[in-house]
């Protein structure tokens, strides 16, 4: 006698085999549609990809262009100053080095003739601080201001009565105008340029860079900068900036003349 197994009511083998089929069928369809979808991604990505590296390119054209431009305009400067810019430059320099030496220096000791001391050394200290802060004053960023250096000159002859005050006070405009003329005549060259009063604070004092302030000692280090440097960038300066080191007199070494 053969006997068969029984199926579950209303399923048959052939249901279970086509049933099974179809799973099948489906998940295959699904990993499909999801390699297909990998596939895009992976396209659009390599797209964005290419397209980053068209744009990094570009961009770097785009730097290449913009550093040829300044390599040229920075070459025709060269050229420019070789020439009547170079020249003028020269006679501005000069200009700028007899105002300081022949009005600014000797305007200053006459202004802080007005407060002696019995000490040399500090008369000395006191002239030299006032030509550096007149020079701030006169050399900065900005136009001299005339009410600022009248102000600064009055403060040294406070003590010497109303008539002294009124004398340093009158040297104020006609020093101003002076300065604001060269400034005027610089900024007719066209190039730029600057007065320069930077100086790292403790430096050692080296004279083919710096002018040495007249009562320093050369053999202690820079503390800052009295009068500035004339500079027109790329070229070394015009005029070199006065520093200032210690009092020699303090220092134990022979006061240096420029």
Same mark, same amino acid.
């Given at each position: 006698?053969?006997?068969?197994? $029984?199926?579950?009511?209303?399923?048959?083998?052939?249901?279970? !085999? /086509?049933?099974?089929?179809?799973?099948?069928?489906?998940?295959?369809?699904?990993?499909?549609?999801?390699?297909?979808?990998?596939? =895009?991604?992976?396209?659009? +990505?390599?797209?964005?990809?290419? $397209?980053?590296?068209?744009?990094? !390119?570009?961009?770097?054209?785009?730097?290449?262009?913009? *550093?040829?431009?300044?390599?040229?305009?920075?070459?025709?400067? +060269?050229?420019?100053?070789?020439? /009547?810019?170079?020249?003028?430059?020269?006679?501005?320099?000069?200009?700028?080095?007899?105002?300081?030496?022949? @009005?600014?220096?000797?305007?200053?000791?006459?202004?802080?003739?007005?407060?002696?001391?019995?000490?040399?050394?500090?008369?000395?200290? +006191? =002239?030299?601080?006032?030509?550096?802060? *007149?020079?701030?004053?006169?050399?900065? /960023? *900005?136009?001299?201001?005339?009410?600022?250096?009248?102000?600064?000159?009055?403060?040294?002859?406070?003590?010497?009565?109303?008539?002294?005050?009124?004398?340093?006070?009158?040297?104020?405009?006609?020093?101003?105008?002076?300065?604001?003329?060269? =400034? !005027?005549?610089?900024?007719?060259?066209?190039?730029?340029?600057?007065?320069?009063?930077?100086?790292?604070?403790?430096?050692?004092?080296?004279?083919?860079?710096?002018?040495?302030?007249?009562?320093?000692?050369?053999?202690?280090?820079?503390?800052?900068?009295?009068?500035?440097?004339?500079?027109?960038?790329?070229?070394?300066?015009?005029?070199?900036?006065?520093?200032? @080191?210690?009092?020699?007199?303090?220092?134990?070494?022979?006061?240096?003349?420029?």
């Amino acid at each position: 006698m053969t006997y068969q197994a $029984q199926q579950p009511d209303g399923e048959q083998p052939h249901d279970v !085999a /086509a049933a099974m089929a179809q799973y099948l069928g489906d998940i295959g369809a699904g990993f499909t549609k999801y390699a297909k979808q990998l596939h =895009r991604l992976s396209q659009q +990505r390599q797209e964005d990809i290419g $397209q980053l590296r068209t744009d990094f !390119a570009s961009a770097l054209q785009a730097q290449d262009a913009q *550093l040829n431009n300044l390599l040229l305009l920075h070459n025709q400067l +060269r050229e420019e100053l070789s020439g /009547a810019a170079e020249e003028r430059h020269h006679t501005l320099a000069a200009d700028f080095k007899d105002l300081v030496q022949l @009005t600014v220096v000797p305007t200053c000791m006459t202004v802080a003739s007005y407060c002696p001391s019995l000490h040399e050394t500090d008369m000395q200290k +006191r =002239r030299m601080t006032l030509v550096r802060r *007149l020079c701030r004053l006169l050399f900065g /960023a *900005l136009p001299a201001m005339y009410s600022e250096v009248r102000e600064l000159f009055r403060s040294y002859a406070a003590g010497a009565g109303p008539d002294a005050e009124k004398h340093v006070a009158s040297l104020a405009e006609p020093l101003c105008a002076q300065v604001n003329a060269l =400034r !005027a005549a610089i900024a007719d060259t066209g190039t730029a340029f600057r007065w320069d009063f930077e100086v790292a604070p403790g430096s050692a004092y080296a004279p083919d860079r710096y002018q040495l302030w007249q009562s320093a000692s050369d053999q202690a280090p820079i503390r800052h900068v009295v009068i500035p440097a004339y500079v027109v960038p790329g070229r070394p300066p015009y005029v070199r900036a006065t520093v200032f @080191t210690v009092l020699a007199a303090q220092f134990g070494s022979p006061v240096q003349h420029p």
